[in-house]
């Protein structure tokens, strides 16, 4: 662990960020999709500036497709709509049900 509060303060984030990440991406194909995905809608970023801007948005909204593609198949939501829906008052599926853990019933908490 490192010595420095601010950069405790960060691992401790980044494990925990890591942690959800993990567990919102447990279905194979959603978790290895990801990884083709989010590279390639980070490179859609430099591309606006440095290519035409077409392949730019093209990265982008590919990259963020397959993402999607992935959420659909594992049966959760996209994280960036989350917030958005949860402040529109909408159903959130945070974690796939098939993977959510079962919460404990009131009656069960003694």
Do not use: C
Not at 76 to 105: C, F, H
């Amino acid at each position: 662990m490192p010595s420095f509060p601010i950069a405790r303060k960060l691992f401790k984030f980044a494990k925990r960020a890591r942690r959800n990440w993990l567990t919102r991406h447990q279905n194979s194909f959603n978790f290895w999709i990801h990884m083709l995905g989010i590279p390639l809608a980070v490179a859609g970023i430099p591309l606006l500036f440095v290519a035409d801007w077409p392949w730019g948005v093209g990265a982008i909204v590919g990259g963020y497709l397959l993402q999607w593609i992935g959420h659909q198949v594992e049966g959760n939501d996209v994280g960036e709509l989350i917030p958005i829906k949860r402040m529109l008052g909408l159903p959130v599926v945070a974690i796939a049900p098939q993977y959510a853990e079962t919460a404990p019933s009131p009656s069960d908490r003694g």
